[in-house]
């Protein structure tokens, strides 16, 4: 009984022991996953007939004929839709309609006096046609003010039926009459007493449909590429054609209790008016009007981005990490190789061995944010003002401060590499007579080679993937195209970091603020399968003799 | 010297290569003598880039701190009071809660981290053949390698989201989130510096437990968790380095209210701690003004109590070290 007890539990402990290597390879997975899979639609997605156009005109990318073909396609799938938003709006907007019947029989008045000059009819019959065109104009705008269908009604019969028709025949008032008809007909079908409330809906309605769509016209003269087209993508118009579909509240279901969110199809709103069929046809045909197609945009990894992250890639923060990781590593290698080889050729442990290995370990232990004030302490505000180089983050800035991060790394690995070189070797190279140093350059060295490499890219794919240490000493969010040593750079780390809490702009593009992080992790991953590729290897070949 | 010289002096009698007397003359000896010391001079010299960056660390840390330091009442309001508001026209830098919140963040993780780092390195060194063990070695260096920054993406898009909608939590960036994530981080290094501890313990240790009739549970839990226990704790101390000092993920998952969560045992309540603090802070400071001194002191304080950490930890090390022989 005891025993099985006993081996119970030791099953017990060895389930338990695999359960959390699972649980670690688990893990990896949580957080790679989502990075990966949704930063993967940052690069393959349904691109539509508007990332086509942002393409052409904000990047000169792609056949310029073709496109123009495709965008009058789209406008022409359109057009039903801004046609029943434009009629609809006419019974709803009564600002607009007044306007223009202003504006008619301002010019009406000018017809009139022209002809009075011309001598084509006497000035007493120009005053009584402006009287009468004056009368139905007032009458027309009292029809547009009233909430009332019936009143409304009257007027625009009183309008029609005017005994003036006759006489304003052939004249610009004669499209009074053409406007009465038109509002009579959406009165018919408008509840008018809802008017605001639907002013209020259609406004939403337009400002969805130029989110989807673009602005209706080429607007150029709109200062953010972002407003200047309509969705790119097919997974973010499925979410905008969402927000047309349906209206959103929070309605209390019970007190006490917290709200619940309750999704009405918008088009009740819009029950019986010409744009109900709107969103039917906007659902039906949402692919003729935008055009997606399967897209694979390699260049996100190397283009710049427009206003933000909006549109584009992150090719300046690429440069700026590639960058500050090169500068780091060019510094950091040779030093560190240098400080392995004195640690392992050059002397026993000595006092000096000790403490020199106390400070490895100590700077292996700083803190990445402290190594981020030093470098804003020393190097931002004391060294390099003081050379009179560079005011102010730079990249060299946070080059140097990295190099000093990755230091311990690369002396650490390079020591073991070069520890590991057996000792036959050296011995062999000494015995023909070559001095230390030549031993150390032609024997030792390249064999400790793949060892050492191993090192420098990984401590390259964790100067790549620092935060902390470039927040005060080199990174910005917004910025030009890195290209100088002494100005500060965009980073891959930091814009991921800005895009996931900052940016009120990413917060609208999720696929550009995954793309970031996937760039990243893309990089460090890559670099970091270099490094364990390398490592296997070297152990093939120890072991293989 | 050089082995391409014209053999004029050989004599007939030599073999052939032995082309330079063996014995060198005493200015080549001397000459040889000094380049190879001024050659570890210049050595050293590269190699105690090392130390006088610690020194410089430590120095201008220091330096910028001192301003804070010194000033009368600063440094007791530091670590007692928890009002810390250093933007008002008097400002109050009470740094309590921060220190707190960083506290409570690395224990929170190391409660998730040191069991599991611990029985993943038991299962790598005692359980598990070779062939599966370099399967599983790259999952932990990819764990390790991850950028910190993209642990705090995923923190506050993927996770924090989550434990809103599912979990019903009134915010997902909070101590619970943060401590999560930095165990993950520090799992890959318990469980690489523990396995090497465990791996070191002879097999002649596990050997003679097998042989009284112990389980592998009982050889691992009574034998070889005990005789490595230095090389434990010290994988430990350096996992809670790595989750004290660690800046991004805290920054961005923990929500970062200054309070002290109370009942204490309120695991979802955002916390700042001291690495979120400089980070966010420093950014919107005049340098030179109090606040940045305050935020400099934050800074020696994590330098400190890293550098004691580590002191510890490796002074375990050795003694592990010292013991195996």
Known sequence: ?????????????????????????????????????????????????????????????????????????????????????????????????????????????????????????????????????????????????????????????????????????????????????????????????????????????????RELFGPRREDRAADLAEVRYGVTRADQAARVLDRLLWTEKW??????????????????????????????????????????ETTVYWRFFTDNSTTGHFFGGVGPEVVGTLMLTALAMAIAVPIGVVTAAYLVECTKDTLVVRILRTCINTLAGVPSIVFGLFGLAFFVLWALPGLDLAHGSSVLAGGLTLALLVLPIIIRSSEEAIRAVPQSYKEASLALGAGGLRTFLTVTLPAALPGVLTGVILSMSRAAGETAPILFTAAVAVGPWPGSLLKPCRTLSYASYDMAVGDRVAQRVPHNQFGMILALVLLVLILNVAAILIRSRISRKLRGG | MNSNQTPQATSSTAADGFDRPLLLTPGQDLSGWAFRNVGRALLFLVASTCILSVLFIFLFILREAIPFLTKSGYLAELFTSREWYPA????????????????????????????????????????????????????????????????????????????????????????????????????????????????????????????????????????????????????????????????????MASGNAVQVPTPWWDITTSVRTMTATIAGEMGETVHGSDHYHALFAIGLALLSITFVLNIISESLLARAKRKRG
């Not at chain 1, 104009?137 to 039926?161: F, M, W």
């Open chain 1, 251 to 292: 309605v209390p279901v019970e007190p006490g209790k917290p709200l619940v969110k309750k999704r009405t199809p918008r088009a009740e709103r819009f029950q019986g008016t010409p744009i109900a069929g709107l969103f039917s046809t906007v659902e039906r045909d949402l692919d003729k009007m935008l055009r997606p």
């Open chain 2, 88 to 251: 008002r026209t008097k400002p109050l830098f009470g740094g309590w809660a921060i220190l707190v919140g960083s506290v409570y963040v690395t224990l929170g993780a190391l409660v998730v981290a040191v069991p599991i780092g611990l029985l993943a390195a038991v299962f790598l060194s005692d359980i598990v053949p070779f062939r599966l063990r370099q399967v599983i070695k790259p999952i932990i260096e990819l764990l390790a390698a991850i950028p910190s920054v993209a642990y705090g993406f995923f923190a506050v898009l993927v996770f924090a989201p989550w434990m809103q909608n599912t979990l019903g939590m009134d915010t997902g960036t909070n101590a619970l989130n943060a401590s999560v994530i930095l165990a993950v981080m520090a799992i890959p290094t318990i469980v690489s510096i523990s396995e090497d501890a465990l791996t070191a313990i002879g097999r002649e240790i596990r050997e003679g437990a097998y042989a009284l009739g112990s389980t592998r549970a009982e050889t691992t839990l009574k034998v070889i968790l005990p005789a490595a226990r230095s090389g434990i704790l010290a994988a430990i101390i350096l996992g809670m380095m790595r989750a004290i000092g660690e800046t991004m993920v805290v920054w």
């Open chain 1, 1 to 209: 009984m005891r025993t099985l007890i006993r081996r119970i539990l030791d099953r017990l402990f060895t389930s338990v022991a695999g359960l959390s290597v699972l649980l670690m390879s688990a893990a990896l997975v949580l957080v790679l996953g989502p990075i990966l899979w949704r930063g993967a639609t940052a690069v393959v997605f349904q691109g539509t007939v508007e990332f086509r156009r942002m393409q052409l005109y904000e990047f000169g990318r792609g056949d310029a004929e073709a496109v123009k073909a495709e965008v009058a396609q789209a406008t022409q799938a359109r057009a039903p839709v801004y046609q029943m938003l434009d009629e609809f709006s006419e019974g709803i907007l009564v600002e607009k309609l007044s306007d223009r019947a202003k504006d008619i029989n301002r010019s009406f008045d000018d017809q009139v006096a022209h002809r009075v000059d011309a001598g084509t009819i006497s000035s007493e019959e120009g005053r009584r046609l402006g009287r009468a065109a004056r009368k139905l104009r007032r009458t027309l705008l009292d029809a547009y003010d009233t909430d009332d269908k019936d009143e409304a009604l009257e007027l625009l019969d009183e309008v029609l039926s005017s005994p003036a028709r006759k006489d304003l025949k052939n004249t610009v008032a004669e499209s009074l009459f053409k406007q009465a008809g038109k509002y009579k007909r959406i009165v018919e079908s408008v509840d008018l007493t809802q008017r605001d409330t639907y002013a209020e809906s259609l406004r939403e309605v337009s400002d969805i449909l």
